[in-house]
């Protein structure tokens, strides 16, 4: 295996960095805030202008035209300058490269370029109070009137809908269908009409970054379905294997909490303790192994190799390391823990990790079934 990178991918990282260095995005606002969101918003326009955004997506769509090895140095390169993530991600990452792949030319023309500039934000319609994992579950209803489509129904967990002006929306149109994962339609909708209300949930660390969304007669046009009536999972898929390639722009991060572990652990008193020396070296090596296994992914992934159920152990990993590094500072802290917002606040969001993405039970289902051919129940 060549663990090194080739002479595009070390050029394209050096010219990050001397971007991010004579670009810095300024000082942070408090989290969970209008001024944040501002913050993140202007930052993804500096980028776009730098020709940062889209890094993977084709240049013909106003794209980098570069790989995932790239797309995957980027963002770990933003966690290194520490650097926030954009504020339209979830457009780039997830509503971007499905639009690339299933939606017709006047839809490429009408939504790309606005999720590159962050002028549109979008947001994810898919999970439901009794349909998370299992979103073939999902009762959101759709009912064609004319050249129109009235949504009726209840979407939760939907990060960034305070903010957005478009929602990738999965709802059922064909209720009398054989089986619950046909019948849906992946929609295009509006978030900006009577009959959308939009309800924020309070997390642990005290911000609103999920909501919950309700559709009372809300409206799409035919022209906003995106893939065909009645092929909304298979759209969905690729939009959830989008989703779970997020891990890509995951080393970064991690690799910065893991140097501020070791930072923090050579300054405590604590720090003497083996035990906690030791769970902060398993640390370091667990990010760097995570690490040159993104990169390896993501080579797979260049050369034409789905993203297969190996994407499972993966998130499985990483949203379990980041749980323990987070629990060993606060160990390292001991009692001055609750009054460290540096660390309590990003502790307090790691818990969701085995959570969003699909639960790490559903994970751990997908690779007892289809890595190690384990029978159904």
């Known amino acids: ?45 500096r980028l776009h202008e730098g020709g940062w955004v889209g890094i ?7 794209g980098r035209g570069a790989g995932l090895t790239e797309s995957a140095l980027f963002y770990e390169e933003l966690g290194r300058a520490g650097a926030p993530l954009p504020a339209g991600v979830l457009g780039l990452l997830l509503a971007g490269p499905t639009l690339i ?34 979103l073939a579950a999902l009762k959101t209803r759709a009912v064609r009137e004319g050249d129109e489509w009235v949504v009726n129904g209840q979407k939760v967990w939907t990060s960034s809908a305070q903010h957005a002006k478009w929602c990738m929306l999965v709802a059922r149109t064909d209720p009398d269908a054989p089986r619950k994962h046909q019948g849906l339609t992946y929609f295009l909708l509006d978030m900006d009409q009577p009959g959308v209300t939009v309800s924020p949930l ?57 140097e501020r572990l070791r930072e923090l652990c050579l300054r405590s008193p604590r720090g003497r303790d083996p035990v906690l020396r030791d769970r902060v070296v398993r640390a370091l090596i667990d990010v760097d192994a995570y690490r040159f296994h993104t990169f390896q992914l993501a080579t797979r992934m260049q050369e034409g190799s789905p993203l297969g159920p190996e994407a499972s152990a993966s998130k499985i990993f990483w949203s379990e390391m980041d749980v323990a590094m987070h629990e060993t500072a606060l160990a390292l802290l ?38 190690l051919g384990l029978p159904r129940k």
């Open 202 to 258: 309070r997390q642990i660390t005290g911000e609103a970054e999920f909501n919950e969304v309700f559709f009372d007669d809300a409206r799409v046009p035919d022209a906003n379905v995106l893939g065909g009536v009645g092929n909304g999972w298979k759209v969905a898929m690729s939009t959830t294997s989008s989703e779970r390639a997020l891990s890509l722009r995951s080393p970064g991060r991690f690799m910065a909490t893991a």
């Open 1 to 45: 295996m060549d663990l090194s990178f080739d002479t595009n991918e070390i050029a394209f990282r050096e010219e990050l960095r001397g971007w991010l260095a004579a670009n810095e995005p300024g000082a942070e606002p408090p989290a969970g805030t209008e001024e944040h969101f501002d913050w993140t918003r202007a930052w993804q326009r």
């Open 101 to 134: 792949q299933w939606g017709d030319e006047e839809q490429k023309a009408s939504y790309l370029d606005p999720i590159l500039s962050g002028e549109e934000i979008w947001c994810q319609g898919f999970s439901e109070p009794d349909a998370g994992s299992d």
């Open 334 to 371: 001991g009692a001055e823990a609750e009054l460290d917002e540096s660390w309590m606040k990003p502790y307090q969001f790691s818990l969701a990790g085995p959570i969003y993405a699909g639960t790490n039970e559903i994970q751990r289902n997908v690779v007892a079934e289809r890595v």
């Open 56 to 62: 993977d997506w084709p240049r013909e769509y106003g």
